[in-house]
């Protein structure tokens, strides 16, 4: 029964979500280096707005230089990375504050950058800048709104549940007994 007390507290679910978006991110990263060319073409086709309605009012925001598009592109692909590197150092960090008993404040600062950092990529860089300033949400083929709102939603989520973690503990004895109630 020990043994579910800690795995039920906000805790241990605040260290689950750290490690699951970080191996999420760290596979994004991965393969956006592993298979370059097919976001390559999803970036280039979304700064140069080639695939939107193409007001006149609105193409003069285009990028058609592959070259910037491309310094773009890594720019996303390291700002992954870093993301995915603080979320898999928050996640030792929790499994550390676990193992020792002690307060995961550490564990906290480190996801909380890592969302952070996910919550740059995807509201500003994704929705913001890509779904509006290079209206993404025009084109039927190069439209990465649903993904980033995913993942906007997981790292608000990891968030939320860091700072609820903020007000808990790790050690199982911490945990009430809702049965005396």
């Known amino acids: ?7 039920g507290t906000v805790a241990a679910a605040a260290t689950v979500l750290t490690g699951m978006t970080a191996l ?6 991965i393969g956006n280096i592993t298979d370059f060319a097919t976001n390559q073409e999803f970036v280039r086709h979304v700064l140069a707005m080639d695939t939107t309605f193409q007001s006149p009012n609105m193409m003069w925001r285009a990028i058609t230089s592959p070259g910037l598009a491309d310094a773009a592109y890594i720019a996303i692909i ?7 590197l603080a979320l898999v150092a928050g996640f030792a960090a ?3 504050a676990h193992l020792a008993g002690r307060p995961p404040t550490t564990a906290k600062q480190l996801s909380n ?3 952070v950092m996910q919550l740059t990529l ?6 913001a800048i890509g779904g509006e300033w290079f209206q993404m ?4 083929k190069w439209n990465g709104l649903q993904p980033a709102v995913h993942n906007l939603i997981i790292a608000s989520f990891g968030l939320v549940v860091t700072h609820l973690a903020a007000k808990g ?4 004895a911490d945990v009430p007994d809702d049965s005396s109630s």
């Open 1 to 7: 029964m020990r043994f579910f007390s800690r795995i």
């Open 78 to 84: 390291a700002w992954e990375l870093l993301t995915a």
């Open 169 to 172: 503990s790790l050690r199982a």
């Open 94 to 96: 929790w499994m550390r």
């Open 113 to 115: 950058v890592g969302w």
């Open 137 to 140: 949400w025009q084109s039927s």
């Open 122 to 127: 995807f509201g500003v860089g994704f929705i």
């Open 24 to 29: 999420q991110m760290t596979l994004v990263g």
